[in-house]
């Protein structure tokens, strides 16, 4: 398929800098700089907009920064020790990251060559993100084909190798007793790995 240079998909609109705005407002949201009834307002008008009808630009943004909306709220609302099985928030954050991803799988596809650069950003926040999401919700297989694919997009990031290596170390008890020491063995490795990757996070070490 030959490369796509149309820039029909990849135009910036109102609804762009509406996103956009929506974002900022996403990361003010967890300092508690703005109340809490605003960002929500904000919330459900981004939902509440027709963004299958919009370009493939508007719907990578707009889905991811509605699933980063699911994802702060997470953080304010539930508790990181517990796992969601069923939680309308985490279901939210996980629906609204796999739409961004399917709208750049079509870039992908497509070879829209003007939406290459925010597609390969954007998809990898997008995969870190939902690993996280289904790390929370039980689901640690999901969890860890997503960090492999963030991990192919940034290949030393010790933060990924870092989850891949908490993720097994999560699932140690679903193998059966014989291969539990060496599935812990791996995680232990991992995590090892990631703490030698600079710049690393010095929870790692608290943690591990």
Not at 113 to 121: E, I, K, T
């Amino acid at each position: 398929m030959k490369q796509n240079f149309s820039i029909n998909d990849s135009t910036p609109n109102d609804f762009s800098r509406k996103v956009a705005c929506f974002e900022s407002l996403c990361y003010q949201y967890p300092s508690g700089t703005i109340p809490e009834d605003p960002f929500l307002q904000e919330l459900k008008s981004i939902e509440s907009h027709t963004i299958d009808e919009e370009n493939l630009f508007n719907r990578i943004l707009a889905y991811y920064v509605l699933g980063l909306a699911y994802c702060f709220l997470k953080q304010s609302k539930l508790s990181p020790s517990l796992s969601y099985y069923s939680n309308e928030i985490v279901d939210k954050e996980i629906f609204y990251y796999r739409k961004s991803l399917q709208a750049i799988d079509i870039v992908r596809q497509e070879k829209i060559v003007a939406l290459y650069p925010v597609s390969q950003q954007t998809e990898y926040k997008v995969l870190k993100l939902l690993g996280n999401a289904y790390d929370l919700s039980g689901c640690f297989c999901e969890s860890a084909v997503c960090y492999k694919k963030a991990l192919c997009i940034s290949p030393n990031s010790p933060e990924i190798i870092g989850d891949i290596g908490y993720t097994y170390s999560q699932t140690h008890a679903y193998y059966p007793k014989e291969q539990e020491p060496f599935v812990v063995s791996w995680a232990k490795a991992t995590l090892r790995e990631a703490m030698k990757v600079p710049p690393f996070d010095t929870g790692l070490r608290q943690i591990y």
